[in-house]
């Protein structure tokens, strides 16, 4: 018997969870269901919620350890170091973009996210969606041919690898990037600590190549298994309403965060982050 009941969102992944208040302090038996049912669904929808800083965080330590977002204190909250500011605009007014690729968070990283919980404070009146993107079939739905080229082979991932930093930064801005943020090669099929299932552990925002690879000899493979990877039925589309809660796992699913909404609407969003099994070696010690 749970507290509470599921309702599917789509068919890939995502899955609305009704009858909690995460202000709560919840059942252990209640946070087991819940572990499983995210296992299964690989993202939880928690709806009309009203959640402080400090009930994000309780809620959110009850599946792990949190991360205290150290690679990236810019988007830090000033006096909840486990809270990651995810706003389009600074408090000076300065236009910020964020997650605008698709990505798996901290994968460029040898400690990766397990989790990410991502609160609305404030939507835009339309657009701002999130999608999710289910990597277990992307995985599975590979012919065994290709599964086999790939399976043992490693990817750079690489915090220099964004679109919009590519864009934004001069060289030696980038190489400065690279020199705090040593790229990271990652198993292409990441193995789930905890379903013990292969997942697809590449991704547009943060992969650069294949290693052994140049970036142009990896460039068709990795397009090829970023547009399957987001093949319509295989995503969800989160439309954000203030006071919603959502729960990801970055080990089986990536995210992109669209910025299809007005230059001048506010997106708010806090997020904590769950400090994931150690993947991954650097680049320096391959
Ligand atoms: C993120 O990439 O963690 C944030 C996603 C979003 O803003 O929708």
Redesign the pocket.
């Known amino acids: 018997m749970t507290d509470f009941t599921i309702k599917k969102r789509a068919s890939a992944l995502g899955a609305e969870v009704i009858g909690l208040d995460l202000r709560r302090d919840l059942l252990d038996d209640t946070i087991r269901a819940l572990r499983a049912a995210w296992l299964e669904h690989l993202v939880l929808v928690f709806r009309g919620q009203d959640l402080t800083h400090e009930q994000h965080i309780a809620f959110s330590r009850r599946f792990g350890a949190l991360d205290t977002h150290d690679t990236i204190p810019k988007f830090r909250h000033p006096e909840h170091a486990e809270i990651?500011l995810?706003t389009n605009f600074e408090n000076t007014g300065k236009r910020l973009i964020?997650?605008r690729q698709w990505?798996s968070?901290l994968s460029t990283t040898t400690q990766p996210a397990m989790g990410?919980l991502?609160y609305c404070q404030e939507a835009p009146p339309a657009g701002?969606d999130?999608m999710f993107a289910n990597m277990y079939r992307s995985w599975e739905t590979l012919s065994p041919a290709f599964r086999s080229m790939l399976e043992d082979r490693w990817a750079l991932h690489d915090m220099t690898a964004a679109r919009e930093t590519r864009m934004r930064r001069g060289p030696e801005e980038l190489a400065e990037i690279r020199r705090r943020n040593p790229p990271v090669l990652q198993p292409v099929a990441r193995v789930h600590d905890e379903t013990g299932r292969q997942a697809l552990y590449v991704a547009e925002m943060t992969t650069l190549a294949l290693e052994g690879m140049s970036e142009e000899e990896s460039a068709p493979i990795l397009r090829f298994l970023y547009e399957h990877s987001v093949a319509p039925e295989n995503t969800y589309r989160h439309s954000w309403q203030p006071g919603d809660l959502l729960m990801w796992d970055n080990r089986c699913a990536i995210?992109?965060?669209l910025a299809d909404y007005g230059e001048s609407e506010r997106?708010v969003?806090y997020?904590t982050t769950l400090l994931g099994a150690p993947s991954g070696r650097l680049m320096e010690a391959a």
Do not use: E, F, Y
């Open positions: 990651l995810v964020v997650g990505h968070d990410s991502l701002g999130t995210h992109i965060a997106r969003m997020r």
